[in-house]
């Protein structure tokens, strides 16, 4: 069920963590997903231990898909490049700058740029970020205690 009809609890089980979440759980558990008439929506999702028999019940609430994935750019006054995200939208990403800046004195500029999928081999004209020529020189990547990686594709000539 792609995208249901319920605007209160919406649910995909096309979601990539409900879909990792059945077939980690199938492994190790008897698993029983509750569903409710006439759409066929899991409600609940019971998992027995096979060998002892205990059972605990979760209930399914909603999923969430991030359509328009974006990352936070961040540069810094040493020139490293950090990637913070991937955040559903350009809001939420620039939502992360003040957290960001409070974390880190060194924090210079950040921009949310949208995120490419790999399987489109035509990158369009929003994957290109225009940067000031002097900061596009100095930019490396962020590498120690980097959480996200990303491929940035630099035009050092025109910024």
């Not at 880190?104 to 994957?127: F, G, M």
Request: hydrophobic share 40%; aromatic share 4%; charged share 25%.
């Amino acid at each position: 069920m792609r995208y249901g009809t319920d605007d209160e609890h919406p649910f995909d089980t096309d979601n990539r963590a409900w879909r990792r979440l059945r077939d980690v759980t199938s492994e190790h558990f008897d698993a029983i997903t509750w569903n409710r008439d006439p759409d066929g929506r899991p409600v609940l999702l019971t998992l027995r231990d096979m060998r002892t028999g205990d059972t605990v019940t979760l209930a399914v609430l909603d999923s969430l898909e991030i359509r328009d994935p974006h990352a936070l750019l961040a540069v810094h006054t040493s020139g490293e490049l950090g990637a913070h995200g991937p955040t559903s939208g350009a809001d939420a990403a620039h939502s992360h700058a003040a957290t960001l800046a409070l974390d880190s004195p060194t924090l210079a500029v950040t921009r949310p740029v949208p995120l490419h999928d790999p399987a489109v081999t035509a990158l369009p004209a929003t994957s290109w970020v225009d940067l000031p020529p002097d900061l596009a020189h100095v930019l490396r990547p962020a590498l120690d205690n980097a959480r996200t990686a990303v491929l940035v594709l630099l035009d050092r000539t025109e910024g």
